[in-house]
Nanobody, 114 residues
Framework: QVQLVESGGGLVQPGGSLRLSCAASLSLFSRYAMSWYRQAPGKQRELVASVTNSGRTNYSDSVKGRFTISRDNAKNTAYLQMNSLKPEDTALYYC????????WGRGTQVTVSS
């Protein structure tokens, strides 16, 4: 059974940093495009960042320059380094894996507040 398990969320002050991890029990992990989405209360889920199987990255305008997505194929893990966090970054962050099939994790909560 495929599982994506997110970790690393928590409460952080504005301007702080967090690193999210997504551990995937996927065979052929390296072939999957990996993405991070987030959903704030009362809002639609939105794409935050993605990395293709060749390493090409893409970011939403709201996080460009502050967040960095990466992957370690040897560890079947994707990461999201989040710097200069703002209160508007508060959301439930989900990991997504897509190849011929698509999988979602259950999410990890990120709260940015003083």
């Amino acid at each position: 059974q495929v599982q994506l398990v997110e970790s690393g969320g928590g409460l952080v002050q504005p301007g702080g940093s967090l690193r999210l991890s997504c551990a995937a029990s996927l065979s052929l992990f390296s072939r999957y495009a990996m993405s991070w989405y987030r959903q704030a209360p009362g809002k639609q889920r939105e794409l935050v960042a993605s990395v293709t199987n060749s390493g090409r990255t893409n970011y939403s305008d709201s996080v460009k320059g502050r967040f960095t997505i990466s992957r370690d194929n040897a560890k079947n893990t994707a990461y999201l380094q989040m710097n200069s966090l703002k209160p508007e970054d508060t959301a439930l962050y989900y990991c997504n894996a897509k190849y011929y099939s698509e999988y979602w994790g259950r999410g990890t909560q990120v709260t940015v507040s003083s």
